[in-house]
T-cell receptor, first 115, second 113 residues
């Protein structure tokens, strides 16, 4: 069974600084997809960034980037130039390429951006 | 385009009752999944429907059921409610292409008293 581990229950960062959220996963699959979702107090889960396991290049979306280490099964999220609106729960999620069409989530990291 | 719409936003029920939650996916999305979110267990997969067929089911008791209609709208039903069913229920829709991930609704907050 696939598992996703986020070892940092809470983190804080000063506005405009950079923060990295950690995520590790366990799977025997070779092809899969990884995602970071953001859940602000409004409750809606918002897709931040995605990574396809067969792509070696790390994904980047504006201020958000990932460090994907397939051999280490690590998928960290870096937020640059943190903004107050980045305050939210962040969930790392895993999805296999086929068969079981579900997301497996980590427990989440609560990120607070301080002014 | 319109996002994933879940109704109602909030719901309070008493133990033993049943409840039905509704989810309207993004137009063109044929896959709809349901997740339960609680502080203790986090996000747990309930089930996934594609073209009116349940393709996958999580490890929940039979009190939890769902269905999908021909227009891809989905409903989730919980019978004989228990206090432990209090949670945020999230619906997500997808084009059913794994790389696209899911688009989530804002959820239904169910409180069982």
């Amino acid at each position: 069974a696939q598992t996703v581990t986020q070892s940092q229950p809470e983190m804080s960062v000063q506005e405009a600084e950079t923060v990295t959220l950690s995520c590790t996963y366990d799977t025997s699959e070779n092809n899969y997809y990884l995602f970071w979702y953001k859940q602000p107090p409004s409750r809606q889960m918002i897709l931040v960034i995605r990574q396809e396991a067969y792509k070696q290049q790390n994904a980047t979306e504006n201020r958000f980037s990932v460090n994907f280490q397939k051999a280490a099964k690590s998928f960290s999220l870096k937020i640059s130039d943190s903004q107050l609106g980045d305050t939210a729960m962040y969930f790392c999620a895993f999805r296999t390429q086929g068969g079981s069409e579900k997301l497996v989530f980590g427990k989440g990291t609560k990120l607070t951006v301080n002014p | 385009k319109a996002g994933v719409t879940q109704t109602p936003r909030y719901l309070i029920k008493t133990r033993g009752q049943q409840v039905t939650l509704s989810c309207s996916p993004i137009s063109g999305h044929r896959s709809v999944s349901w997740y339960q979110q609680t502080p203790g267990q986090g996000l747990q997969f309930l089930f996934e429907y594609f073209s009116e067929t349940q393709r996958n089911k999580g490890n929940f008791p039979g009190r939890f059921s769902g269905r999908q209609f021909s227009n891809s709208r989905s409903e989730m039903n919980v019978s004989t409610l228990e206090l432990g069913d209090s949670a945020l229920y999230l619906c997500a829709s997808s084009l059913a292409v794994p790389r696209d991930g899911y688009t989530f609704g804002s959820g239904t907050r169910l409180t069982v008293v």
